[in-house]
Structures are given as structure tokens and as C-alpha cells.
T-cell receptor, first 110, second 115 residues
Framework: GQNIDQPTEMTATEGAIVQINCTYQ??????LFWYQQHAGEAPTFLSY????GLEEKGRFSSFLSRSKGYSYLLLKELQMKDSASYLC???????????FGRGTSLIVHP | EAQVTQNPRYLITVTGKKLTVTCSQN?????MSWYRQDPGLGLRQIYY???????DKGDVPEGYKVSRKEKRNFPLILESPSPNQTSLYFC??????????????FGSGTRLTVV
């Protein structure tokens, strides 16, 4: 099955920029997803990348390199409310059903 | 409002007492799935359903059952719950398993404690 790797925890300062990395197995790639999950709440969809390059959505951007099996989520102008877990998810082996990574807990401090 | 409704939100039960967690979506989604989330382990898929009467095992199906008799409902059944099934459970749905363009819609979660 798929093996998603992302850092366990990151900290950043309000107003700064942070990049959360994710690596995955490239075999049978069918797109990569990012979700945001606040403590005790349901995950919410942030982005989907299937082609190489950067996709921008307001303060959040997501990048994909298919040849390297690498993605990152870029958060700009950090706000306290961005403190959450960020989940990377991707299918493998030609499946469309994604495997979720363990999530990166982002702590934003003043 | 488009949503996935899970019930109950919180449940404390005893070992061996059968329980059902309900999940209903109002978006006419074909794909539905159940996940459990444990600290340090992330979201792990229990079962999924591609359409009515079509279900399949995910990564951690042992001790669980599901059914999909109607498109909108996908209940999760624990026939004989054990303490290792204490977890946070999420139901999710989407138009297709591939998720785009809006990804999965998740229910609010069910926090289950088995004592």
C-alpha cells in the first residue's frame, strides 16, 4: 500500500510563512490531497494536485513533483486559527482510494 | 445544507455490547467510507462502499461490519466491541473515490469508548 511521510510537528510565528512537506510512493499515482483538521473536529478539504506545479488558493498553496514523489503545503501570513493538523493523502497502485498520512501538527504562536 | 450526519457524537459502552454508529449524507454521493483515528496513527480506513450493496474492506476491518442498503446511509456496526476499538470514528462521502473536485466531506465524528 501507500506510504505517506510527513513531519509530526512544526511551530511557526503568527504572520510568517510555513512549508509542510509530504513524500509518497509514486507507483500508480492518482493525485495528492491536503486536508486541515482542528483538534477534535472533522478534516476539511484544502487542495488536490494531480499535475506538477504550484496551485494557489488564497493564503494556502500546494505544490507537487510527481517524479520526486514530493508535495508541500505552503501557508502564508499565518494566523492563530491555522493551528491545526495538516493531513497529506494519496492513493497508490492505480487505486483512487487515498491513504492518509499521520498528519503534521502545526502550532502557531504570537 | 450539504452534510454528512453521524450519530452519536459520543458513546461509552461495555465490552461485548453490540452497537451501531449511523452515517447519512444528503449529497447523493456514491462513495462512502469509515475511518478511525488514533493518536500517532492518523486516519485509517475501516470499510468503504462504491455504491448501494457494494462494500469492501479497508486497512483495518477486523471487528467491524457495514451495510449499504440505501445510497444515503452507511452504518458502522460493532457486533462485540472491545477496548481496542476505543477511538474517534469518522464517516466520509464523495461523488467518487477519487474525491475531486471538492474532496471528501466528513461527518463530525463519533468518539467511542469501550470499557
Amino acid at each position: 500500500g501507500q506510504n505517506i511521510d510527513q513531519p509530526t510537528e512544526m511551530t511557526a510565528t503568527e504572520g510568517a510563512i510555513v512549508q509542510i512537506n509530504c513524500t509518497y510512493q509514486t507507483s500508480g499515482f492518482n493525485g495528492l490531497f491536503w486536508y486541515q483538521q482542528h483538534a477534535g473536529e472533522a478534516p476539511t478539504f484544502l487542495s488536490y494536485n494531480v499535475l506538477d506545479g504550484l496551485e494557489e488558493k488564497g493564503r494556502f498553496s500546494s505544490f507537487l513533483s510527481r517524479s520526486k514523489g514530493y508535495s508541500y503545503l505552503l501557508l502564508k501570513e499565518l494566523q492563530m486559527k491555522d493551528s491545526a493538523s495538516y493531513l497529506c493523502a494519496a492513493p497508490s497502485g492505480g487505486s483512487y482510494i487515498p491513504t492518509f498520512g499521520r498528519g503534521t501538527s502545526l502550532i502557531v504562536h504570537p | 445544507e450539504a452534510q454528512v450526519t453521524q450519530n452519536p457524537r459520543y458513546l461509552i459502552t461495555v465490552t461485548g455490547k453490540k452497537l451501531t454508529v449511523t452515517c447519512s449524507q444528503n449529497m447523493n454521493h456514491e462513495y462512502m467510507s469509515w475511518y478511525r483515528q488514533d493518536p500517532g496513527l492518523g486516519l485509517r480506513q475501516i470499510y468503504y462502499s462504491m455504491n448501494v450493496e457494494v462494500t469492501d474492506k479497508g486497512d483495518v476491518p477486523e471487528g467491524y461490519k457495514v451495510s449499504r442498503k440505501e445510497k444515503r446511509n452507511f452504518p458502522l456496526i460493532l457486533e462485540s466491541p472491545s477496548p481496542n476499538q476505543t477511538s474517534l470514528y469518522f464517516c466520509a462521502s464523495s461523488l467518487s473515490p477519487g474525491q475531486p473536485p471538492d474532496g471528501y466531506t466528513f461527518g463530525s465524528g463519533t468518539r467511542l469508548t469501550v470499557v
